[in-house]
């Protein structure tokens, strides 16, 4: 298996611009989880799903943050509009039931 | 509130001396499940070791132990004969009932030659 997919790797962008971060989650995997990392508050959960259906969201920092999963194998975390204070490392994880989380590579957003 | 609490911010330690990273939780949840991840300056998350909350015995992992006491709420990490390669930033996670896994907010460790 290939492993959890993001993408993109990297991502450069200016204030007020919408931005779009991609996961493919480990095939099989009913679980998937949206983390932010920061120096100063660590890996912050922001929304998981289970069998595609958000049932967490208490992490979303604002309205300007949404996530769709609308397929097994597809999710989104989408800013609109874009701040530098959303500047972080962005991870997707999947895992199946009881089982440990495997990450994907992280998305690295920088919003000037 | 912070459900998992590691309290060290930074360590430093030398090369071939034992490591214990520290980690607090709280939960209410009977059923529940303690990780430790590991993240090397390049910045990927790896999986070291899982001890579940009706474990026996702490979980072992080669150089990787958990120090699991229920009562205390404690699930520290032990690193045994560290190594140059042992520098990176900890993270201590858990998953409460069968859902969400969240995190502490990590240790860096040095390893010192």
């Known amino acids: 298996d290939a492993g959890v997919i993001q993408s993109p790797r990297h991502e450069v962008t200016e204030m007020g611009q919408e931005v779009t971060l991609r996961c493919k989650p480990i095939?099989?995997?009913?679980?998937l989880f949206w983390y932010r990392q920061t120096m100063m508050r660590g890996l912050e959960l922001l929304i998981y799903?289970?069998?595609?259906?958000?049932?967490?969201d208490s992490g979303m920092p604002e309205d300007r943050f949404s996530a769709k999963m609308p397929n097994a194998s597809f999710s989104t975390l989408k800013i609109q509009p874009s701040e530098p204070r959303d500047s972080a490392v962005y991870f997707c994880?999947?895992?199946?039931?009881?089982?440990?989380?495997?990450f994907g590579s992280g998305t690295q957003l920088s919003v000037l | 509130a912070q459900k998992i609490t590691q309290t060290q911010p930074g360590m430093f330690v030398q090369e071939k001396e034992a490591v214990t990273l520290d980690c607090t939780y709280d939960?209410?949840?009977?059923?529940?499940?303690l990780f430790w991840y590991k993240q090397p300056s390049s910045g990927e998350m790896i999986f070291l070791i899982y001890?579940?909350?009706?474990?026996?015995q702490n979980a072992t992992e080669g150089r990787y132990s958990l120090n699991f006491q229920k009562a205390r709420k404690s699930a520290n990490l032990v690193i045994s004969a560290s190594q140059l390669g042992d520098s990176a930033m900890y993270f201590c996670?858990?998953?409460?009932?069968?859902?969400?896994?969240?995190f502490g907010k990590g240790t860096r460790l040095h390893i010192l030659p």
């Open positions: 994880a999947s895992r199946h039931y009881n089982e440990k989380l495997f």
């Open positions: 095939s099989g995997h009913d679980y």
């Open positions: 799903f289970n069998n595609n259906v958000p049932i967490d």
């Open positions: 939960t209410s949840d009977p059923s529940y499940g």
């Open positions: 001890q579940g909350s009706y474990d026996q």
């Open positions: 996670a858990m998953r409460e009932g069968d859902d969400k896994i969240i």
